[in-house]
């Protein structure tokens, strides 16, 4: 599933089964991953500002340079992934996302609602 630079801004992929998909660089601004399973993509330096990614799977994800800002991380399983240069300046989160060992959200600029 190679879908580099793809533009999919704005798109429904709630529930999406996208495994393994290579997003590198892809346009995913405010799109609905609601429940999608992204388990160990690769979304190297893709826009998901503005994204819908509430309880999305991102287990393993490399996440390196993604930009983040004003995404909804709520329920969302970041455990294991690559966050090193993301960008989450106000991306919103809640007791109920898991974060990759030793990450601090709230120094990365994630705001937490209940």
């Given amino acids: 599933r190679n879908l580099r630079d793809i533009d999919l801004s ?10 393994g998909a290579v997003l590198v660089g892809a346009d995913l601004e405010g799109v609905n991953l609601e ?15 503005g994204a819908n990614l509430e309880r999305a799977d991102l287990e393993r994800a490399n996440l390196e340079r993604a930009d983040f800002e004003r995404a909804d ?6 455990e294991g ?4 240069g993301a960008d989450l300046g106000g991306a919103k989160a ?21």
């Fill in 10 to 19: 704005n798109a429904d992929l709630s529930e999406a089964t996208l495994t």
């Fill in 35 to 49: 429940g999608a399973n992204l388990t160990g993509a690769y979304l190297y330096a893709a826009d998901l500002s």
């Fill in 73 to 78: 991380l709520e329920g969302a399983d970041l």
């Fill in 81 to 84: 992934a690559n966050l090193t």
């Fill in 94 to 114: 809640n007791q109920d996302t898991i974060w990759p060992e030793g990450f601090d959200p709230e120094a990365a600029g994630v705001t937490f609602g209940d």
